[in-house]
């Protein structure tokens, strides 16, 4: 607009009474006028460990990462304690696999001998437990294998019983919550039966609610050493292209089978997915994992010098914050609480 027709507008009272640039002109004000903000306290730390003494295996396809072994995790949890994180997930890789996943439910599994090494760190922090069999089975699968459709496939309700036990396990070692992440039908009833009759009635459960068969979980199959050696997911995680309608569905089922809280995994593909629950369950804590493959891309784009790393880090998760997501699952947690400093 000319100098000649802002004058026009102002003589004619036509010129609009609110100018938007107020609120940004003052960095005082832009922060004073802000709604979504970002708290070390809403960010979880995922963490990989493997069997093993002093050992830290940095993961080729995350930057910054590595697989630990328990000894090592107490400096990671004492880290996470004093930046004041929300918590930490622990996702563990056997030196043992099976048909089965006969080391999930072990006690003296890999991750119940983590979180009792992190609780000895540091008691306070959060230590939940992603509970599934990719990791611990030889074929890579979230389940026990079946063919009785004539396809290999998991077969859904062999799968309950077992990830019940793996639960059970997970909170006798002490840890505070568990995260079924199989979509398996009915896991949440399942795992809520078993830790509820085993005297862990006060462990919440967060499911994995809505997975989606994502093509951003590259990286971390190769960190949790998980990646199917036959065939793909798809026949139990959800189809990307499939109505949101859906995903309100299995939230919707996961709540009834005693959920509290619930969680869609990937963050940056599915805002539409994060927002859409929040608004149907406001009052439900939502948390959303900012995956792998987000972090890996971003992770080479600052390598080459073509994205600056914090600030696009602070955007993605603000985006992921203001669709809704209370809770976000991030490789850079400890980073982010740094920056935010």
Known sequence: MSDEQSTS????????????????HHPAVRELVRSTR??????????????????????????????????????????????????????????RKDAVGSEAASDDGIIPRAVRMAKQAAADVLVITDLCFCEYTDHGHCGVPTNA?????????????????????????????????????????????????AGFAHVPIM???????????????DAAESAPQFGDR????????????????????DLAEGADLVMVKPAMAYLDIVRAVHQRWPGVPLAAYNVSGEYSMVKAAAAQGWLDEPRVVVEMLTGIKRAGAGIILTYWAKDLARWLD
């Open 149 to 197: 459709t004539g396809r290999i496939d998991v077969d859904n309700d062999a799968t309950l019983r077992l990830l019940a036990e793996q639960a059970v396990a997970h909170a006798r070692a002490g840890a505070d919550m568990i995260a079924p992440s199989g979509m398996m039908d009915g896991m949440v009833a399942a795992v809520r039966r078993g830790l509820d009759e």
């Open 207 to 221: 499911s994995y609610a809505a997975k989606y068969a994502s093509a951003f979980y590259g990286p971390f199959r």
């Open 38 to 95: 970002l708290t070390p306290a809403e960010l979880i730390q995922p963490l990989f460990v493997r069997e093993g003494r002093n050992i830290r295996n940095p993961i080729a396809s995350m930057p910054g990462q590595a697989q630990i072994s328990p000894d090592l995790l107490a400096d990671e949890v004492s880290q996470a304690a004093e930046l004041g994180l929300g918590g930490v997930i622990l996702f563990g890789i056997p030196s």
């Open 234 to 253: 798809r026949s139990y995680q959800m189809d990307p292209a499939a109505a949101a309608e859906q995903a309100l569905r299995e939230v919707e089922l």
């Open 9 to 24: 507008f102002e003589a004619t009272g036509k010129f609009p009474a609110v100018r938007m640039r107020r609120l940004r």
